[in-house]
Protein backbone atom coordinates (compact mmCIF):
# COMPACT_ATOMS: atom_id res chain seq x y z
CA UNK A 1 0.00 0.00 0.00
CA UNK A 2 2.85 2.43 1.09
CA UNK A 3 5.09 1.36 -1.81
CA UNK A 4 2.27 2.28 -4.71
CA UNK A 5 2.45 5.96 -2.96
CA UNK A 6 6.18 6.26 -3.49
CA UNK A 7 6.12 4.21 -6.35
CA UNK A 8 3.29 7.27 -7.84
CA UNK A 9 5.48 9.80 -6.61
CA UNK A 10 8.28 8.19 -8.39
CA UNK A 11 6.54 7.75 -11.24
CA UNK A 12 5.05 11.34 -11.59
CA UNK A 13 8.79 12.70 -11.39
CA UNK A 14 10.15 10.01 -14.24
CA UNK A 15 6.88 11.81 -16.49
CA UNK A 16 7.35 15.32 -15.48
CA UNK A 17 8.60 17.02 -18.47
CA UNK A 18 11.00 19.09 -16.70
CA UNK A 19 12.44 18.55 -13.03
CA UNK A 20 11.78 21.90 -11.91
CA UNK A 21 11.45 23.34 -8.43
CA UNK A 22 7.42 22.60 -8.16
CA UNK A 23 7.94 18.77 -9.48
CA UNK A 24 10.66 18.62 -6.42
CA UNK A 25 8.64 20.15 -3.96
CA UNK A 26 5.96 17.48 -4.88
CA UNK A 27 8.10 14.39 -4.57
CA UNK A 28 9.22 15.87 -1.06
CA UNK A 29 5.88 15.84 0.22
CA UNK A 30 5.69 12.50 -1.10
CA UNK A 31 8.50 10.78 0.28
CA UNK A 32 7.68 12.90 3.55
CA UNK A 33 3.82 11.14 3.54
CA UNK A 34 5.78 7.80 2.98
CA UNK A 35 8.08 7.99 5.36
CA UNK A 36 5.65 9.50 8.14
CA UNK A 37 3.66 6.08 7.25
CA UNK A 38 6.52 4.10 7.41
CA UNK A 39 6.62 5.12 11.40
CA UNK A 40 9.75 7.12 10.79
CA UNK A 41 9.96 9.90 13.49
CA UNK A 42 8.27 12.93 12.51
CA UNK A 43 11.12 15.47 13.64
CA UNK A 44 13.28 13.18 11.33
CA UNK A 45 11.09 13.37 8.69
CA UNK A 46 11.06 17.03 8.60
CA UNK A 47 15.47 17.07 9.04
CA UNK A 48 15.49 14.33 6.33
CA UNK A 49 13.36 16.43 3.79
CA UNK A 50 15.03 19.71 4.45
CA UNK A 51 18.15 18.21 3.34
CA UNK A 52 16.96 16.15 0.68
CA UNK A 53 14.97 19.54 -0.73
CA UNK A 54 18.33 21.72 -0.44
CA UNK A 55 20.45 18.86 -1.71
CA UNK A 56 18.28 18.03 -4.93
CA UNK A 57 16.89 22.41 -5.59
CA UNK A 58 20.97 23.78 -4.80
CA UNK A 59 23.46 21.14 -5.97
CA UNK A 60 24.99 21.11 -8.25
CA UNK A 61 24.03 18.34 -10.95
CA UNK A 62 27.19 15.89 -12.02
CA UNK A 63 28.11 15.31 -14.70
CA UNK A 64 26.74 12.51 -17.15
CA UNK A 65 23.59 12.04 -14.88
CA UNK A 66 20.01 13.41 -15.44
CA UNK A 67 18.63 15.96 -12.82
CA UNK A 68 15.99 13.34 -12.49
CA UNK A 69 18.18 10.92 -11.28
CA UNK A 70 20.41 13.41 -9.33
CA UNK A 71 17.08 13.70 -7.11
CA UNK A 72 16.35 10.04 -6.80
CA UNK A 73 20.14 9.47 -5.78
CA UNK A 74 19.90 12.06 -3.13
CA UNK A 75 17.22 10.85 -1.87
CA UNK A 76 18.56 7.67 -1.31
CA UNK A 77 21.54 9.19 0.17
CA UNK A 78 20.39 10.79 3.03
CA UNK A 79 18.45 7.89 4.55
CA UNK A 80 20.97 5.46 4.11
CA UNK A 81 23.02 8.38 5.91
CA UNK A 82 21.70 7.11 9.18
CA UNK A 83 21.55 3.05 8.37
CA UNK A 84 25.15 3.28 7.10
CA UNK A 85 26.29 2.03 3.72
CA UNK A 86 27.51 -1.35 4.36
CA UNK A 87 25.71 -4.63 7.15
CA UNK A 88 27.93 -4.76 9.95
CA UNK A 89 27.65 -8.03 10.99
CA UNK A 90 28.31 -9.05 14.65
CA UNK A 91 31.46 -10.42 15.20
CA UNK A 92 31.82 -13.91 16.75
CA UNK A 93 35.31 -15.95 16.85
CA UNK A 94 35.51 -19.90 17.83
CA UNK A 95 37.50 -19.67 21.63
CA UNK A 96 36.89 -16.19 22.37
CA UNK A 97 33.78 -16.55 23.87
CA UNK A 98 31.38 -13.75 23.52
CA UNK A 99 28.28 -12.62 25.62
CA UNK A 100 25.35 -10.70 24.28
CA UNK A 101 22.71 -9.64 26.56
CA UNK A 102 19.37 -8.74 24.66
CA UNK A 103 16.95 -6.41 26.05
CA UNK A 104 13.53 -4.16 24.91
CA UNK A 105 10.28 -3.50 25.69
CA UNK A 106 7.62 -6.33 26.42
CA UNK A 107 6.64 -8.35 23.40
CA UNK A 108 9.03 -6.73 21.57
CA UNK A 109 10.33 -10.55 20.44
CA UNK A 110 13.64 -10.67 22.82
CA UNK A 111 13.31 -14.56 23.96
CA UNK A 112 12.50 -15.92 20.13
CA UNK A 113 15.77 -13.13 19.13
CA UNK A 114 17.61 -15.06 21.85
CA UNK A 115 16.86 -18.54 20.04
CA UNK A 116 17.18 -17.43 16.64
CA UNK A 117 20.45 -15.61 17.32
CA UNK A 118 21.94 -19.27 18.86
CA UNK A 119 20.61 -21.19 15.43
CA UNK A 120 21.99 -18.60 13.04
CA UNK A 121 25.95 -18.88 15.16
CA UNK A 122 25.27 -22.83 15.33
CA UNK A 123 24.56 -22.94 11.46
CA UNK A 124 27.85 -21.41 11.31
CA UNK A 125 29.91 -24.03 12.89
CA UNK A 126 30.06 -22.02 16.17
CA UNK A 127 28.95 -23.30 19.73
CA UNK A 128 26.17 -21.00 21.00
CA UNK A 129 24.55 -20.98 24.53
CA UNK A 130 21.98 -19.32 26.55
CA UNK A 131 20.37 -18.11 29.60
CA UNK A 132 17.46 -17.06 30.58
CA UNK A 133 17.95 -14.12 32.86
CA UNK A 134 14.03 -13.22 33.04
CA UNK A 135 12.53 -13.63 36.52
CA UNK A 136 8.92 -11.75 36.25
CA UNK A 137 7.35 -13.52 32.75
CA UNK A 138 5.34 -16.57 33.81
CA UNK A 139 6.85 -19.48 31.51
CA UNK A 140 9.99 -17.17 30.27
CA UNK A 141 12.07 -20.34 31.23
CA UNK A 142 9.81 -22.75 29.71
CA UNK A 143 9.32 -20.64 26.38
CA UNK A 144 13.16 -20.35 26.06
CA UNK A 145 14.00 -23.94 27.34
CA UNK A 146 11.33 -25.30 24.26
CA UNK A 147 13.06 -22.83 21.81
CA UNK A 148 16.90 -24.44 22.77
CA UNK A 149 15.72 -27.72 23.04
CA UNK A 150 14.67 -27.70 19.52
CA UNK A 151 17.84 -26.79 18.10
CA UNK A 152 19.65 -28.82 20.86
CA UNK A 153 21.21 -25.98 22.37
CA UNK A 154 22.13 -25.82 25.91
CA UNK A 155 20.08 -23.49 27.84
CA UNK A 156 20.48 -22.57 31.74
CA UNK A 157 18.07 -20.85 33.70
CA UNK A 158 16.36 -21.13 37.41
CA UNK A 159 12.34 -20.98 36.71
CA UNK A 160 12.29 -20.26 40.88
CA UNK A 161 15.06 -17.75 41.06
CA UNK A 162 14.36 -14.13 41.72
CA UNK A 163 18.07 -12.44 41.06
CA UNK A 164 18.54 -12.26 37.65
CA UNK A 165 22.32 -11.17 38.25
CA UNK A 166 22.60 -14.53 39.71
CA UNK A 167 21.08 -16.20 37.24
CA UNK A 168 23.44 -15.15 35.15
CA UNK A 169 26.64 -15.27 36.48
CA UNK A 170 25.81 -18.70 36.98
CA UNK A 171 24.69 -19.25 33.56
CA UNK A 172 27.93 -17.67 32.56
CA UNK A 173 30.23 -19.69 35.01
CA UNK A 174 29.13 -22.96 33.67
CA UNK A 175 29.21 -21.67 29.75
CA UNK A 176 32.50 -20.81 29.61
CA UNK A 177 33.58 -22.83 26.89
CA UNK A 178 31.10 -21.46 24.42
CA UNK A 179 31.63 -19.01 21.50
CA UNK A 180 28.55 -17.26 22.36
CA UNK A 181 26.44 -16.91 25.70
CA UNK A 182 22.76 -15.11 24.56
CA UNK A 183 21.10 -13.82 28.04
CA UNK A 184 17.76 -13.50 27.64
CA UNK A 185 15.88 -10.69 30.28
CA UNK A 186 12.53 -9.36 31.19
CA UNK A 187 10.73 -7.02 28.85
CA UNK A 188 10.46 -3.05 30.17
CA UNK A 189 9.74 0.12 29.52
CA UNK A 190 11.58 3.84 30.18
CA UNK A 191 8.92 4.46 32.68
CA UNK A 192 9.61 1.20 34.99
CA UNK A 193 12.23 2.51 36.75
CA UNK A 194 12.51 -0.17 39.22
CA UNK A 195 13.46 -2.54 36.25
CA UNK A 196 15.67 -0.04 34.50
CA UNK A 197 17.56 -0.02 37.16
CA UNK A 198 17.58 -3.66 37.33
CA UNK A 199 18.81 -4.29 33.35
CA UNK A 200 21.57 -1.62 34.39
CA UNK A 201 22.98 -3.44 37.18
CA UNK A 202 22.51 -6.99 35.77
CA UNK A 203 24.82 -5.10 32.80
CA UNK A 204 26.83 -3.92 35.19
CA UNK A 205 27.48 -7.13 36.82
CA UNK A 206 27.40 -9.55 33.56
CA UNK A 207 29.43 -7.10 31.57
CA UNK A 208 28.39 -8.29 28.20
CA UNK A 209 30.37 -7.86 25.51
CA UNK A 210 27.57 -6.04 23.46
CA UNK A 211 24.16 -5.25 24.52
CA UNK A 212 21.36 -5.27 21.19
CA UNK A 213 18.08 -4.11 21.64
CA UNK A 214 15.02 -5.70 19.89
CA UNK A 215 12.74 -3.17 18.27
CA UNK A 216 9.20 -4.19 17.57
CA UNK A 217 8.72 -3.44 13.74
CA UNK A 218 5.35 -2.48 14.79
CA UNK A 219 6.51 0.36 16.86
CA UNK A 220 5.11 3.81 16.04
CA UNK A 221 6.32 7.54 17.59
CA UNK A 222 7.69 6.46 20.66
CA UNK A 223 10.63 4.39 19.50
CA UNK A 224 13.16 7.33 20.01
CA UNK A 225 12.39 8.32 23.23
CA UNK A 226 12.17 4.54 24.11
CA UNK A 227 15.42 3.66 22.44
CA UNK A 228 17.27 6.82 24.18
CA UNK A 229 15.97 5.52 27.56
CA UNK A 230 17.83 2.29 26.83
CA UNK A 231 21.36 3.94 26.11
CA UNK A 232 20.75 6.35 28.94
CA UNK A 233 20.68 3.04 31.34
CA UNK A 234 22.94 0.70 29.10
CA UNK A 235 24.68 2.18 26.36
CA UNK A 236 23.15 -0.11 23.60
CA UNK A 237 25.52 -1.80 21.26
CA UNK A 238 23.55 -2.63 17.78
CA UNK A 239 19.64 -3.33 16.99
CA UNK A 240 17.53 -6.15 16.16
CA UNK A 241 14.35 -5.51 14.46
CA UNK A 242 11.36 -7.77 14.45
CA UNK A 243 7.88 -8.69 13.14
CA UNK A 244 9.09 -7.15 9.67
CA UNK A 245 6.73 -10.15 7.90
CA UNK A 246 3.99 -7.96 8.91
CA UNK A 247 2.84 -5.05 7.08
CA UNK A 248 4.56 -2.43 8.97
CA UNK A 249 7.85 -0.59 7.45
CA UNK A 250 9.89 -0.65 10.45
CA UNK A 251 10.51 3.37 10.45
CA UNK A 252 10.94 3.00 14.21
CA UNK A 253 14.44 1.21 13.82
CA UNK A 254 15.48 4.38 12.39
CA UNK A 255 14.44 6.17 15.26
CA UNK A 256 16.30 3.51 17.16
CA UNK A 257 19.46 4.16 15.10
CA UNK A 258 19.10 7.64 15.83
CA UNK A 259 19.26 7.51 19.24
CA UNK A 260 21.74 4.80 20.04
CA UNK A 261 24.12 5.44 17.43
CA UNK A 262 23.74 1.64 17.33
CA UNK A 263 24.16 -0.23 13.57
CA UNK A 264 20.77 -2.39 13.14
CA UNK A 265 22.24 -5.99 13.15
CA UNK A 266 19.63 -8.31 12.51
CA UNK A 267 16.10 -8.74 11.52
CA UNK A 268 13.21 -11.14 12.09
CA UNK A 269 10.78 -11.89 9.66
CA UNK A 270 8.87 -14.67 11.49
CA UNK A 271 8.05 -16.88 13.93
CA UNK A 272 9.94 -19.79 13.00
CA UNK A 273 13.48 -20.33 14.45
CA UNK A 274 15.13 -19.53 10.65
CA UNK A 275 13.28 -16.24 10.20
CA UNK A 276 16.45 -14.13 10.83
CA UNK A 277 18.77 -12.60 8.75
CA UNK A 278 21.93 -9.64 8.56
CA UNK A 279 20.31 -6.12 7.92
CA UNK A 280 21.07 -4.80 4.32
CA UNK A 281 20.69 -1.20 4.71
CA UNK A 282 19.62 -0.52 0.89
CA UNK A 283 16.87 -3.42 1.37
CA UNK A 284 15.69 -1.71 4.57
CA UNK A 285 15.87 1.72 2.39
CA UNK A 286 13.62 -0.38 -0.25
CA UNK A 287 11.58 -1.45 2.59
CA UNK A 288 10.61 2.17 3.69
CA UNK A 289 10.14 3.76 0.76
CA UNK A 290 8.60 0.76 -0.57
CA UNK B 1 -15.38 37.62 10.11
CA UNK B 2 -15.56 33.91 7.94
CA UNK B 3 -12.83 31.30 8.39
CA UNK B 4 -12.06 30.22 5.26
CA UNK B 5 -10.33 27.13 3.96
CA UNK B 6 -6.98 29.11 3.14
CA UNK B 7 -6.38 30.54 6.31
CA UNK B 8 -7.76 27.14 8.53
CA UNK B 9 -5.02 25.26 6.43
CA UNK B 10 -1.98 26.43 8.25
CA UNK B 11 -3.76 25.62 11.31
CA UNK B 12 -5.18 22.13 10.31
CA UNK B 13 -1.24 20.83 9.11
CA UNK B 14 0.15 21.70 12.59
CA UNK B 15 -2.63 19.88 14.10
CA UNK B 16 -2.14 16.89 11.44
CA UNK B 17 1.28 16.50 11.93
CA UNK B 18 0.64 17.03 16.00
CA UNK B 19 -1.45 14.04 15.47
CA UNK B 20 0.64 12.17 13.61
CA UNK B 21 3.68 12.88 15.95
CA UNK B 22 1.06 11.60 18.69
CA UNK B 23 0.61 7.91 17.31
CA UNK B 24 -2.45 8.62 15.15
CA UNK B 25 -2.17 6.54 11.94
CA UNK B 26 -1.40 8.85 9.07
CA UNK B 27 -4.56 8.38 6.96
CA UNK B 28 -6.48 8.64 9.91
CA UNK B 29 -4.93 12.07 10.63
CA UNK B 30 -5.33 13.11 7.06
CA UNK B 31 -8.95 12.59 6.97
CA UNK B 32 -9.86 14.02 10.53
CA UNK B 33 -7.95 16.87 9.21
CA UNK B 34 -10.22 17.30 5.83
CA UNK B 35 -13.32 16.79 7.65
CA UNK B 36 -12.36 19.21 10.19
CA UNK B 37 -12.27 21.83 6.91
CA UNK B 38 -15.69 21.22 6.07
CA UNK B 39 -17.25 21.64 8.98
CA UNK B 40 -15.01 24.74 9.82
CA UNK B 41 -15.38 26.25 6.60
CA UNK B 42 -17.53 29.22 6.31
CA UNK B 43 -18.08 29.09 10.15
CA UNK B 44 -18.94 33.13 11.50
CA UNK B 45 -16.37 34.09 14.24
CA UNK B 46 -16.17 37.06 16.45
CA UNK B 47 -12.50 37.64 16.01
CA UNK B 48 -9.88 36.23 13.57
CA UNK B 49 -7.01 35.83 16.81
CA UNK B 50 -9.60 33.54 18.07
CA UNK B 51 -9.07 31.10 14.97
CA UNK B 52 -6.63 28.73 16.68
CA UNK B 53 -8.88 27.70 20.13
CA UNK B 54 -11.90 27.76 17.44
CA UNK B 55 -10.02 24.71 15.59
CA UNK B 56 -9.04 23.14 18.61
CA UNK B 57 -12.17 23.26 20.38
CA UNK B 58 -13.68 21.43 17.12
CA UNK B 59 -10.65 19.09 16.85
CA UNK B 60 -11.79 17.83 20.13
CA UNK B 61 -15.11 17.69 19.91
CA UNK B 62 -14.41 15.55 16.51
CA UNK B 63 -11.59 13.01 18.51
CA UNK B 64 -14.57 12.45 21.16
CA UNK B 65 -17.36 12.17 18.99
CA UNK B 66 -14.70 9.36 16.78
CA UNK B 67 -13.76 7.58 20.25
CA UNK B 68 -16.90 7.21 21.85
CA UNK B 69 -18.13 5.15 19.49
CA UNK B 70 -22.13 4.68 19.28
CA UNK B 71 -21.83 0.79 20.39
CA UNK B 72 -20.88 1.03 23.98
CA UNK B 73 -20.22 -2.32 25.56
CA UNK B 74 -20.49 -2.87 29.81
CA UNK B 75 -18.44 -5.66 29.82
CA UNK B 76 -19.74 -6.74 32.94
CA UNK B 77 -23.09 -6.24 32.51
CA UNK B 78 -22.65 -8.06 29.21
CA UNK B 79 -21.74 -10.86 31.56
CA UNK B 80 -24.32 -10.36 34.30
CA UNK B 81 -26.99 -11.01 31.25
CA UNK B 82 -25.69 -14.14 30.08
CA UNK B 83 -25.20 -15.42 33.85
CA UNK B 84 -28.96 -14.56 34.53
CA UNK B 85 -29.79 -16.85 31.29
CA UNK B 86 -27.86 -19.60 32.98
CA UNK B 87 -25.25 -19.67 29.94
CA UNK B 88 -21.36 -19.77 30.08
CA UNK B 89 -20.24 -15.65 29.13
CA UNK B 90 -17.63 -16.71 25.66
CA UNK B 91 -14.69 -14.25 24.86
CA UNK B 92 -12.33 -14.68 22.51
CA UNK B 93 -9.29 -12.73 22.49
CA UNK B 94 -7.28 -12.40 19.18
CA UNK B 95 -4.40 -10.09 18.18
CA UNK B 96 -0.54 -9.97 16.86
CA UNK B 97 2.17 -11.63 18.73
CA UNK B 98 3.09 -9.74 21.60
CA UNK B 99 0.35 -7.75 21.70
CA UNK B 100 -0.82 -8.52 25.65
CA UNK B 101 -3.11 -11.14 24.68
CA UNK B 102 -2.20 -14.09 27.41
CA UNK B 103 -1.80 -11.29 30.32
CA UNK B 104 -5.06 -9.11 29.64
CA UNK B 105 -6.43 -12.73 29.79
CA UNK B 106 -5.10 -13.18 33.32
CA UNK B 107 -6.41 -9.67 34.57
CA UNK B 108 -9.99 -10.01 32.91
CA UNK B 109 -10.22 -12.81 34.78
CA UNK B 110 -9.00 -10.93 38.12
CA UNK B 111 -11.56 -8.94 37.49
CA UNK B 112 -14.82 -10.95 36.68
CA UNK B 113 -13.25 -12.99 40.11
CA UNK B 114 -13.77 -9.81 42.19
CA UNK B 115 -17.16 -9.00 40.79
CA UNK B 116 -18.24 -12.38 41.78
CA UNK B 117 -17.81 -14.75 38.65
CA UNK B 118 -16.09 -17.82 38.22
CA UNK B 119 -14.15 -18.29 35.07
CA UNK B 120 -12.36 -20.89 33.10
CA UNK B 121 -9.82 -20.68 30.91
CA UNK B 122 -9.32 -21.90 27.28
CA UNK B 123 -5.61 -21.92 26.08
CA UNK B 124 -6.08 -22.09 22.39
CA UNK B 125 -2.67 -21.11 22.03
CA UNK B 126 -1.13 -24.41 20.65
CA UNK B 127 1.46 -23.71 18.86
CA UNK B 128 4.02 -20.54 20.63
CA UNK B 129 6.63 -22.02 22.73
CA UNK B 130 5.87 -21.78 26.57
CA UNK B 131 2.07 -20.58 25.80
CA UNK B 132 0.67 -23.37 27.88
CA UNK B 133 3.31 -23.27 31.06
CA UNK B 134 2.37 -19.25 30.66
CA UNK B 135 -1.29 -19.19 30.69
CA UNK B 136 -1.43 -21.85 33.62
CA UNK B 137 0.59 -19.64 35.95
CA UNK B 138 -1.81 -17.03 35.65
CA UNK B 139 -4.14 -19.58 36.24
CA UNK B 140 -2.67 -21.57 39.62
CA UNK B 141 -1.75 -17.92 41.32
CA UNK B 142 -5.92 -17.05 40.55
CA UNK B 143 -7.04 -19.94 41.63
CA UNK B 144 -9.00 -20.84 37.97
CA UNK B 145 -9.47 -23.56 36.17
CA UNK B 146 -7.84 -23.72 32.92
CA UNK B 147 -8.28 -26.40 29.78
CA UNK B 148 -5.43 -27.12 28.05
CA UNK B 149 -4.50 -29.76 25.16
CA UNK B 150 -1.11 -30.75 24.09
CA UNK B 151 1.28 -28.55 22.05
CA UNK B 152 -0.04 -28.44 18.30
CA UNK B 153 -3.92 -30.05 19.32
CA UNK B 154 -6.77 -28.30 17.86
CA UNK B 155 -7.14 -24.42 18.73
CA UNK B 156 -11.12 -24.88 18.28
CA UNK B 157 -11.37 -28.00 20.26
CA UNK B 158 -9.63 -26.83 23.19
CA UNK B 159 -11.81 -23.94 23.32
CA UNK B 160 -14.51 -25.77 23.01
CA UNK B 161 -13.72 -28.24 25.66
CA UNK B 162 -13.66 -25.16 27.73
CA UNK B 163 -17.11 -24.25 26.73
CA UNK B 164 -18.15 -27.55 27.39
CA UNK B 165 -16.89 -27.80 30.96
CA UNK B 166 -18.19 -24.07 31.96
CA UNK B 167 -22.14 -25.48 31.27
CA UNK B 168 -21.16 -28.93 33.26
CA UNK B 169 -20.23 -27.16 35.91
CA UNK B 170 -22.41 -23.75 35.79
CA UNK B 171 -18.65 -21.85 35.26
CA UNK B 172 -20.15 -18.14 34.57
CA UNK B 173 -16.91 -17.11 31.52
CA UNK B 174 -15.28 -18.76 29.38
CA UNK B 175 -12.42 -16.48 28.07
CA UNK B 176 -10.21 -17.99 25.23
CA UNK B 177 -6.51 -17.76 25.01
CA UNK B 178 -5.67 -17.60 21.07
CA UNK B 179 -1.52 -17.48 19.36
CA UNK B 180 -0.52 -14.19 18.30
CA UNK B 181 -0.84 -13.77 14.19
CA UNK B 182 0.08 -11.08 11.75
CA UNK B 183 -2.96 -9.64 10.22
CA UNK B 184 -1.21 -10.64 6.76
CA UNK B 185 -0.78 -14.23 7.09
CA UNK B 186 -3.77 -15.36 5.42
CA UNK B 187 -3.76 -18.89 6.70
CA UNK B 188 -3.95 -18.19 10.39
CA UNK B 189 -6.20 -15.53 9.92
CA UNK B 190 -8.37 -18.56 8.32
CA UNK B 191 -7.93 -20.58 11.14
CA UNK B 192 -8.59 -18.16 13.62
CA UNK B 193 -12.45 -17.35 11.43
CA UNK B 194 -12.61 -20.87 11.85
CA UNK B 195 -12.51 -21.07 15.68
CA UNK B 196 -14.51 -18.22 15.65
CA UNK B 197 -17.22 -20.23 13.86
CA UNK B 198 -16.65 -22.91 15.78
CA UNK B 199 -16.90 -21.15 19.55
CA UNK B 200 -19.92 -18.54 18.48
CA UNK B 201 -18.31 -16.03 21.17
CA UNK B 202 -20.32 -13.54 22.68
CA UNK B 203 -17.81 -11.21 22.44
CA UNK B 204 -14.21 -10.92 20.22
CA UNK B 205 -11.43 -8.74 21.95
CA UNK B 206 -8.85 -7.30 19.90
CA UNK B 207 -5.95 -6.36 21.56
CA UNK B 208 -3.67 -3.77 20.23
CA UNK B 209 -0.25 -2.49 21.63
CA UNK B 210 -0.33 1.41 22.71
CA UNK B 211 2.78 1.70 21.29
CA UNK B 212 1.64 0.63 17.67
CA UNK B 213 1.93 2.90 14.94
CA UNK B 214 0.70 3.15 11.41
CA UNK B 215 0.55 -0.53 11.32
CA UNK B 216 -2.48 -0.39 14.16
CA UNK B 217 -4.94 0.71 10.97
CA UNK B 218 -3.79 -2.01 9.15
CA UNK B 219 -4.10 -4.83 11.91
CA UNK B 220 -7.83 -3.40 13.59
CA UNK B 221 -9.31 -3.43 9.77
CA UNK B 222 -7.69 -6.46 8.87
CA UNK B 223 -8.96 -8.59 12.09
CA UNK B 224 -12.37 -6.93 12.01
CA UNK B 225 -12.73 -7.96 8.08
CA UNK B 226 -11.62 -11.23 8.62
CA UNK B 227 -12.50 -12.33 12.10
CA UNK B 228 -14.66 -9.83 13.37
CA UNK B 229 -14.27 -7.88 16.13
CA UNK B 230 -16.31 -6.16 18.76
CA UNK B 231 -14.51 -4.61 21.16
CA UNK B 232 -10.51 -3.59 21.42
CA UNK B 233 -8.14 -3.15 24.56
CA UNK B 234 -5.17 -1.01 24.29
CA UNK B 235 -2.10 -2.73 26.21
CA UNK B 236 0.66 -1.26 27.61
CA UNK B 237 -0.66 2.54 27.82
CA UNK B 238 1.75 2.84 31.32
CA UNK B 239 4.69 2.55 29.05
CA UNK B 240 4.08 7.13 28.41
CA UNK B 241 2.42 6.33 24.76
CA UNK B 242 0.41 9.35 23.65
CA UNK B 243 -2.71 7.16 22.65
CA UNK B 244 -2.63 8.03 18.94
CA UNK B 245 -3.73 4.15 18.05
CA UNK B 246 -7.01 4.49 20.38
CA UNK B 247 -8.17 7.14 17.81
CA UNK B 248 -6.57 4.76 14.87
CA UNK B 249 -8.28 1.50 15.83
CA UNK B 250 -11.80 3.65 16.60
CA UNK B 251 -11.82 5.16 13.64
CA UNK B 252 -11.40 2.26 10.88
CA UNK B 253 -13.55 -0.07 13.25
CA UNK B 254 -16.44 2.13 15.06
CA UNK B 255 -16.25 -0.66 17.84
CA UNK B 256 -15.43 0.56 21.99
CA UNK B 257 -12.13 0.22 23.56
CA UNK B 258 -13.47 -1.16 26.69
CA UNK B 259 -10.12 -1.82 28.83
CA UNK B 260 -6.63 -0.29 28.64
CA UNK B 261 -3.74 -2.28 30.05
CA UNK B 262 -1.85 -0.03 32.22
CA UNK B 263 0.98 -2.47 33.96
CA UNK B 264 1.81 -6.25 34.23
CA UNK B 265 0.23 -6.73 37.47
CA UNK B 266 -3.79 -8.43 37.58
CA UNK B 267 -4.93 -4.84 39.09
CA UNK B 268 -3.37 -3.31 35.79
CA UNK B 269 -6.43 -2.86 34.03
CA UNK B 270 -8.66 0.26 33.54
CA UNK B 271 -11.61 1.75 32.22
CA UNK B 272 -11.09 3.55 28.62
CA UNK B 273 -11.19 7.21 28.84
CA UNK B 274 -12.39 8.56 26.07
CA UNK B 275 -11.78 12.50 27.07
CA UNK B 276 -7.98 11.47 28.57
CA UNK B 277 -7.06 9.76 25.37
CA UNK B 278 -8.20 13.22 23.42
CA UNK B 279 -6.38 15.35 25.52
CA UNK B 280 -3.58 13.62 25.12
CA UNK B 281 -3.56 13.18 21.26
CA UNK B 282 -3.96 16.94 20.87
CA UNK B 283 -1.14 18.30 22.99
N1 LIG C 1 5.33 -12.83 13.15
C1 LIG C 1 6.40 -12.66 13.92
N2 LIG C 1 6.29 -12.92 15.22
C2 LIG C 1 7.38 -12.75 15.99
C3 LIG C 1 8.63 -12.31 15.48
N3 LIG C 1 9.50 -12.26 16.52
C4 LIG C 1 8.84 -12.66 17.62
N4 LIG C 1 7.56 -12.97 17.29
C5 LIG C 1 6.47 -13.39 18.16
O1 LIG C 1 6.18 -12.29 19.01
C6 LIG C 1 5.67 -12.77 20.25
C7 LIG C 1 6.51 -12.18 21.36
O2 LIG C 1 7.82 -12.74 21.28
P1 LIG C 1 8.68 -12.98 22.59
O3 LIG C 1 9.97 -13.57 22.13
O4 LIG C 1 7.92 -13.72 23.63
O5 LIG C 1 8.87 -11.48 23.05
P2 LIG C 1 9.67 -10.94 24.30
O6 LIG C 1 10.30 -9.66 23.92
O7 LIG C 1 10.59 -11.98 24.82
O8 LIG C 1 8.51 -10.67 25.34
P3 LIG C 1 8.68 -10.34 26.89
O9 LIG C 1 9.69 -11.31 27.42
O10 LIG C 1 7.34 -10.51 27.46
O11 LIG C 1 9.15 -8.94 26.96
C8 LIG C 1 5.73 -14.29 20.16
O12 LIG C 1 4.46 -14.73 19.75
C9 LIG C 1 6.75 -14.54 19.08
O13 LIG C 1 6.56 -15.78 18.44
C10 LIG C 1 8.70 -12.01 14.07
O14 LIG C 1 9.73 -11.62 13.52
N5 LIG C 1 7.56 -12.21 13.36
N1 LIG D 1 3.95 -2.65 30.83
C1 LIG D 1 2.98 -3.45 30.37
N2 LIG D 1 3.29 -4.67 29.92
C2 LIG D 1 2.29 -5.45 29.47
C3 LIG D 1 0.94 -5.02 29.45
N3 LIG D 1 0.19 -6.04 28.94
C4 LIG D 1 1.04 -7.05 28.66
N4 LIG D 1 2.31 -6.70 28.99
C5 LIG D 1 3.53 -7.47 28.82
O1 LIG D 1 3.73 -7.70 27.45
C6 LIG D 1 4.43 -8.94 27.26
C7 LIG D 1 3.65 -9.80 26.26
O2 LIG D 1 2.43 -10.18 26.86
P1 LIG D 1 1.67 -11.52 26.44
O3 LIG D 1 0.45 -11.57 27.29
O4 LIG D 1 2.59 -12.68 26.46
O5 LIG D 1 1.30 -11.15 24.95
P2 LIG D 1 0.56 -12.08 23.91
O6 LIG D 1 -0.25 -11.23 23.03
O7 LIG D 1 -0.20 -13.17 24.60
O8 LIG D 1 1.78 -12.67 23.10
P3 LIG D 1 1.75 -13.90 22.06
O9 LIG D 1 0.86 -14.94 22.62
O10 LIG D 1 3.16 -14.34 21.97
O11 LIG D 1 1.23 -13.34 20.79
C8 LIG D 1 4.54 -9.56 28.64
O12 LIG D 1 5.82 -9.27 29.15
C9 LIG D 1 3.49 -8.84 29.45
O13 LIG D 1 3.80 -8.77 30.82
C10 LIG D 1 0.63 -3.70 29.94
O14 LIG D 1 -0.50 -3.21 29.95
N5 LIG D 1 1.69 -2.96 30.39
MG1 LIG E 1 10.73 -12.83 26.67
MG1 LIG F 1 -0.08 -15.23 24.40
Known amino acids: ?290 | TELKAENLRPILSEFKLTLIENDVAVPVAERICEEMEKRLNGLQIKRIEDKRKIVEQNLREVLLEIMTTNERIDFLKTVEEKRKKNEPFVALFVGINGTGKTTTIAKVAHLLNKKGCTVVLACSDTYRAGSIEQLETHAKRLGIKMIKHKYGADPAAVAYDAICHAKAHGIHAVLIDTAGRMQTNKNLMNELAKIKRVVNPDLTVLTVDALTGNDAVVQAEEFHKNVGIDATILTKVDADVKGGAALSVTYVTRKPIIFVGTGQSYDALEEFKPEKFVEMIIR
Open chain 1, 1 to 290: RLGASLHEALRKLFKAAVVDEAVVKELIRDVQRALLQADVNVQLVLDISKRIEERALKEKVPPGISRREHVIKVVYEELTRFLGEKPVPLKVEPGKRKVLMLVGIQGSGKTTAAAKLARYFQKRGLKPALICADTYRPGAFDQLQQLASRINVPVYGDPKGKDPVKIALEGLRLFNDKDIVIVDTAGRHKEEQALIKEMKMLEEKIKPDEVMLVIDGTIGQQALVQAKAFNEATSIGSILLTKLDGSARGGGALSAVVATGAPIKFISTGEKIEDIEPFVPSRFVGRLLG
